[in-house]
């Protein structure tokens, strides 16, 4: 039984002989055309010469890989020694080492090259939608100042009314000396005010224009149709859109209310009392006083509101670096898996053929070796042996004698390497070989 089962073993191995054979140079030719595709997504140059170095690459990777599974699948399965085994399996380990270095990943490129520049692109849209974001909140930050500027020059020009039309702080109507300066200050808020708001008109412009470079960029990751023409507009567009974020940053505010603020105070200049008694001055100088120190009041909450914006962190210059679809499907692995398993696995799964030959002749020899001789030989074997035995005799020989004297000197001989037939002392005569 054991006898037929390995003859069955030998028969199964030599019919997918062919098949094997036919199986590595598919994958070998897979392999090549991948790669091919690959190369070309990273060459530079002149469309003949980057068709001839993509050949004459996917041509070496095909012929470099059908070869080493061949020699794998002709070698490994016969070496049965420990050491043996171990330096094969190193050796697997470094070519296929090689295998992916030289191809896999361009086969990765091929297979998801496409996609991992879009993704590439996506991520891209998204860090400049958040920097967009960012610079327009910074420059609309020095806005919420606005309802506290309105409110002083309303105050200012109220005073001004009341005093012009009641003589409500000095006690004496008319438009004197208080009123030209309460109309004065609420004049500066009112200036300030005009300057907000034409800055809110330029802000919204600028975020209307990077929104609408946005858009576009996103439309040239979803769009159909080869990645490198719509990679190339969206640089174009990633550079149209720093503009705008950069114009964003210096658009702001902030620092004209910051000086703005600082004259309120610094250059407060009061007007001369003009009242025609010593009394109404005096109640002038009063009135001007108290404008003045609401005036340094007005200053320092408005100093110290702009400090607060200017204290923002700024949208830091964002650079936009074009990759390759080799690069991209690097530095996205983790994104594109099953591309990379289908990458190795393609260059990879010859060694599976060659660990199932190795399985099979492993069981092949272990079923021999429970055998006596005599049930290993084939009808063919004993009918040569049988034909070599009359050939000696009618040649005079006595094997009988001959193997008599074999025998004795066997008794006083060193023993040789010659392996013996008889299966008890065959264990002895290799005493390396894996069991």
Same mark, same amino acid.
């Given at each position: 039984?054991?006898?037929?089962?390995?003859?069955?073993?030998?028969?199964?191995?030599?019919?997918?002989?062919?098949?094997?054979?036919?199986?590595?140079?598919?994958?070998?030719?897979?392999?090549?055309?991948?790669?091919?595709?690959?190369?070309?997504?990273?060459?530079?140059?002149?469309?003949?010469?980057?068709?001839?170095?993509?050949?004459?690459?996917?041509?070496?990777?095909?012929?470099?890989?059908?070869?080493?599974?061949?020699?794998?699948?002709?070698?490994?399965?016969?070496?049965?020694?420990?050491?043996?085994?171990?330096?094969?399996?190193?050796?697997?380990?470094?070519?296929?080492?090689?295998?992916?270095?030289?191809?896999?990943?361009?086969?990765?490129?091929?297979?998801?090259?496409?996609?991992?520049?879009?993704?590439?692109?996506?991520?891209?849209?998204?860090?400049?939608?958040?920097?967009?974001?960012?610079?327009?909140?910074?420059?609309?930050?020095?806005?919420?100042?606005?309802?506290?500027?309105?409110?002083?020059?309303? =105050?200012?020009?109220?005073?001004?009314?009341?005093?012009?039309?009641?003589?409500?702080?000095?006690?004496?109507?008319?438009?004197?000396?208080?009123?030209?300066?309460?109309?004065?200050?609420?004049?500066?808020?009112?200036?300030?005010?005009?300057?907000?708001?034409?800055?809110?008109?330029?802000?919204?412009?600028?975020?209307?224009?990077?929104?609408?470079?946005?858009?576009?960029?996103?439309?040239?990751?979803?769009?159909?149709?080869?990645?490198?023409?719509?990679?190339?507009?969206?640089?174009?567009?990633?550079?149209?859109?720093?503009?705008?974020?950069?114009?964003?940053?210096?658009? /702001?505010?902030?620092?004209?209310?910051?000086?703005?603020?600082?004259?309120?105070?610094?250059?407060?200049?009061?007007?001369?009392?003009?009242?025609?008694?010593?009394?109404?001055?005096? =109640?002038?100088?009063?009135?001007?006083?108290?404008?003045?120190?609401?005036?340094?009041?007005? /200053?320092?909450?408005?100093?110290?509101?702009?400090?607060?914006?200017?204290?923002?962190?700024?949208?830091?210059?964002?650079?936009?670096?074009?990759? /390759?679809?080799?690069?991209?499907?690097?530095?996205?692995?983790?994104?594109?898996?099953?591309?990379?398993?289908?990458?190795?696995?393609?260059?990879?799964?010859?060694?599976?053929?060659?660990?199932?030959? &190795?399985?099979?002749?492993?069981?092949? =020899?272990?079923?021999?070796?429970?055998?006596?001789?005599?049930? =290993?030989?084939?009808?063919?074997?004993?009918?040569? &042996?049988?034909?070599?035995?009359?050939?000696?005799?009618?040649?005079?020989?006595?094997?009988?004698?001959?193997?008599?004297?074999?025998?004795?000197?066997?008794?006083?001989?060193?023993?040789?390497?010659?392996?013996?037939?008889?299966?008890?002392?065959?264990?002895?005569?290799?005493?390396?070989?894996?069991?």
């Amino acid at each position: 039984m054991a006898l037929g089962a390995s003859q069955r073993l030998h028969d199964g191995v030599a019919a997918v002989e062919t098949m094997t054979r036919f199986a590595l140079a598919v994958l070998a030719l897979a392999s090549g055309v991948y790669t091919y595709l690959g190369v070309r997504s990273i060459l530079d140059g002149s469309p003949t010469a980057i068709f001839f170095a993509a050949i004459i690459y996917s041509a070496s990777v095909s012929v470099g890989i059908y070869a080493f599974w061949s020699y794998m699948a002709r070698f490994y399965p016969h070496v049965t020694t420990h050491t043996g085994r171990a330096a094969m399996l190193g050796v697997m380990a470094l070519g296929a080492a090689m295998i992916i270095a030289m191809s896999s990943w361009l086969n990765a490129a091929a297979l998801a090259g496409s996609a991992a520049l879009e993704q590439h692109l996506a991520e891209t849209v998204e860090d400049y939608t958040a920097d967009l974001d960012q610079a327009h909140q910074n420059a609309l930050a020095a806005q919420s100042l606005l309802p506290d500027i309105q409110r002083a020059s309303e =105050r200012f020009a109220q005073l001004a009314a009341s005093e012009r039309q009641s003589g409500a702080l000095t006690g004496t109507t008319g438009s004197g000396s208080v009123v030209q300066l309460l109309s004065q200050m609420s004049a500066q808020m009112k200036e300030l005010e005009n300057g907000i708001n034409a800055s809110r008109e330029q802000l919204t412009m600028l975020f209307n224009e990077g929104q609408k470079r946005l858009e576009t960029m996103r439309t040239l990751v979803s769009a159909p149709g080869a990645i490198e023409p719509r990679a190339d507009q969206f640089s174009s567009e990633v550079v149209a859109l720093t503009g705008v974020i950069a114009s964003l940053g210096q658009t /702001s505010i902030a620092p004209s209310i910051r000086r703005a603020a600082d004259d309120l105070s610094l250059g407060f200049i009061a007007p001369v009392a003009d009242g025609g008694d010593a009394d109404l001055i005096n =109640r002038q100088d009063r009135v001007m006083e108290t404008v003045r120190t609401s005036v340094a009041a007005q /200053s320092k909450v408005l100093s110290e509101a702009a400090d607060e914006i200017l204290t923002r962190a700024p949208v830091s210059e964002r650079r936009f670096v074009p990759l /390759s679809s080799a690069e991209a499907v690097l530095r996205y692995a983790t994104d594109f898996i099953p591309a990379w398993a289908g990458a190795i696995s393609i260059d990879l799964l010859p060694g599976v053929l060659v660990f199932i030959l &190795a399985a099979v002749h492993g069981a092949i =020899r272990k079923q021999e070796e429970r055998l006596p001789f005599a049930e =290993r030989i084939t009808a063919a074997e004993l009918l040569q &042996a049988l034909q070599v035995q009359r050939a000696v005799t009618a040649n005079g020989i006595n094997l009988e004698e001959m193997g008599a004297q074999a025998k004795t000197e066997s008794n006083v001989e060193e023993p040789s390497n010659i392996t013996s037939l008889d299966p008890r002392t065959r264990v002895k005569d290799r005493p390396h070989e894996d069991r």
